[in-house]
């Protein structure tokens, strides 16, 4: 019963293209019995999902600076301070994830190891940048900031993903925020046809 009533939470708070790529992963079993993260750019929210699809939790998130649904190609072999403003983007797409080490001895969810692209902790180390503010602000207007990466609430992390995803692989669904949802996920239309 509670996962009925979260998922009834979701689908009318939720934006349509998080609703109808979540109802397309469970509905075809795209997940392959995997946790899995819808992550809403426009919004700046996550969305987590064990491997039946129920909805877990959710939580604000940091994303790329720049806007875009592309990663440059190379830009996971380069240096943070090589990458240009422009080129801060948080890719669109799908992405089997899983847990594993980056700088620092971190344990991060490697979400597209060869862009390096993570979802982690939000990272407080230049003040400068209110990471924590962002997080907590009532919209999401101010949410893109990162290189690439996605940021979430140290304790959404540490008791919702880490959980869920340890000694598993699982689904990372990046919505776009310019491409449509077709050209990013094309299995959904093949589904939509079908049920017509």
Known sequence: LPSVSRAQTLETSASDAVNQVTHWVTATRDNNGWPFIVIDKIAAEVFVFNGTGALVDRAPALLGSAPGDESVPGIGDR???????HERTTPAGRFVANFGVASGNRQVLWVDYSTAISLHAVI????QE????RLQSPTPDDNRISYGCINVPTDFYANIVRPLFTNTLGLV????????????????????????
């Open 79 to 85: 240096q943070l301070n090589e990458i240009k403003p």
């Open 124 to 127: 407080t180390t230049n003040k």
């Open 130 to 133: 209110r990471r924590l503010e």
């Open 173 to 196: 669904y990046i919505l776009p925020e310019a491409k449509s949802l077709h050209a990013v996920f094309p299995a959904m239309k093949s589904t939509k046809k079908a049920r017509h």
